[in-house]
Structures are given as C-alpha cells and as structure tokens.
C-alpha cells in the first residue's frame, strides 16, 4: 500500500490550501471500504488527528479545525482530500494521510503546510 500526499506550501494567514493524497496497491473496493484520516504534527508535539472519513462518507474533526477544514474522498480515483481555509499560523505542521485496512494503518510521507502570519 502506498500513500503520495500532494499540495502542502506556504500561505498567508486566512488563506487557503487543499491537500490531495493518492492512494496505490490495494483494489478500488478495498480503497471503498477503509477508513481515510489525515494527521498533522508539528516539532516536538504529538501527531494528532485533524480529520477522518469512513467508508459511508461519516466524517470526525478535530475541534481546532471544525468549520474550516473537509475531507472529502473521491473512491474513483482512490483519492482523499482536505480542503483548507482560513488558515492560521497554528496549522502550521507536516500533514500526513492515512489509510484503515483491518486493525493497521498505512501512511504516507508528509506534505509540509506553513503559515505566515
């Protein structure tokens, strides 16, 4: 299984940035029935859930990004992405997704998005 995060940069305070990340080596109806996430982690902080999206399209925030962040899943390509807005410094992080197969979780190298404020 192998992840490729796409779109990190850098962006002002209150702008936005969406992530994308593909998804290779599994079956599309494997991809349809696992559990999508990306994560962030800054230096020196634990790496925390920022956004998760099963396989009937339920999705879980973190509070911090709740009414700024989506994740959205395109099962047809095998895609899943994050859209962000009104970014703050505070996002700031290396941003890493991830697939649920069973009971382990894969994930990709991370995509770094910077905010100046």
């Known amino acids: 299984v192998q992840l490729q995060a796409y779109g990190g940069g850098s962006v002002q305070t209150g702008g936005s940035l969406e992530l994308s990340c593909a998804v290779s080596?599994?079956?599309?109806?494997?991809?349809?029935?696992?559990?999508m996430a990306w994560y962030r982690q800054d230096p020196g902080k634990q790496r925390e859930l920022v956004a998760q999206?099963?396989?009937?399209?339920?999705?879980n925030y973190a509070d911090s990004v709740k009414g700024r962040f989506t994740i959205s899943r395109d099962n047809a390509k095998k895609t899943v992405n994050l859209q962000m807005n009104t970014l703050g410094p505070e996002d700031t992080a290396l941003y890493y997704c991830?697939?649920?197969?069973?009971?382990?979780?894969?994930w990709g190298k991370g995509t770094l998005v910077t905010v100046s404020s």
């Open positions: 991830s697939i649920q197969l069973g009971p382990r979780d894969y």
């Open positions: 080596g599994i079956t599309w109806s494997t991809f349809v029935e696992s559990t």
């Open positions: 999206i099963t396989s009937d399209g339920t999705t």
